[in-house]
């Protein structure tokens, strides 16, 4: 495949303090940084908008390019954005681990997973070509993952396409999509 290499993370609302050394989230529970959108139990556009660039910001002020926040063509939902790593790995994951946890690691999954996702009308005729290209009946009628996954049950599939159709429709995406299902 030539072009835009994007990577799909796939994610459920789950907090686990795995891996996060001295910056561990109880599980459960959002850290007090973000409590500031989450105390009404409410995620509204502008609160999700301002911890998208409140951590656009953090990774930026340590000295990491990050493109804007776009929209996301797989959900409609999500802003994402491309984020360049430089020098040490370890530094630029504990940056990015660190200004996501400040910002907007609740906050997201929030915001998004109860509204209703909605793929981009360009590329689900490509997600949906795709899979029949591969053996999978669709009924024209899926609008998002979670419709497409049910056709498909097979996530490495489903995700193989997804990427195709990204890098066909939207090439000039950023390289890191998350996918809710």
């Known amino acids: 495949m030539i072009g ?3 990577v799909v993370a796939i994610t459920a ?3 686990s303090d795995e891996g996060l050394g001295d910056r561990r989230v109880p599980v459960g529970g959002p850290p007090a940084a973000q409590s500031w959108a989450l105390d009404d139990d409410t995620v509204t556009d502008a609160e999700y908008r301002k911890a998208v660039d409140d951590f656009v910001l953090c990774v930026r002020a340590a ?3 990050v493109t ?3 929209l996301s063509p797989v959900d409609g939902l999500s802003l994402i954005y491309r984020i360049t790593p430089a020098g040490d790995p370890a530094a630029y994951n504990d940056i990015v681990q660190t200004c996501n946890i400040g910002t907007m690691s609740h906050i997201e999954p929030r915001y998004v997973e109860p509204r209703h996702q909605r793929m981009d009308n360009r590329l689900r005729p490509v997600v949906a070509g795709c899979l029949r290209d591969r053996g999978i ?3 024209g009628q899926e609008e998002n993952v979670v419709d497409f996954d049910a056709r498909t049950e097979n996530d490495d599939l489903l995700m193989e396409c997804v990427l ?3 890098n066909e429709v939207f090439p000039e995406l950023p390289d ?3 996918i809710r299902k």
């Open 13 to 15: 609302c789950a907090t």
């Open 63 to 65: 000295g990491y390019a």
């Open 4 to 6: 835009l290499l994007v």
């Open 176 to 178: 890191v999509i998350t």
């Open 164 to 166: 195709h159709a990204v």
């Open 137 to 139: 009946a669709t009924s």
């Open 68 to 70: 804007d926040p776009a």
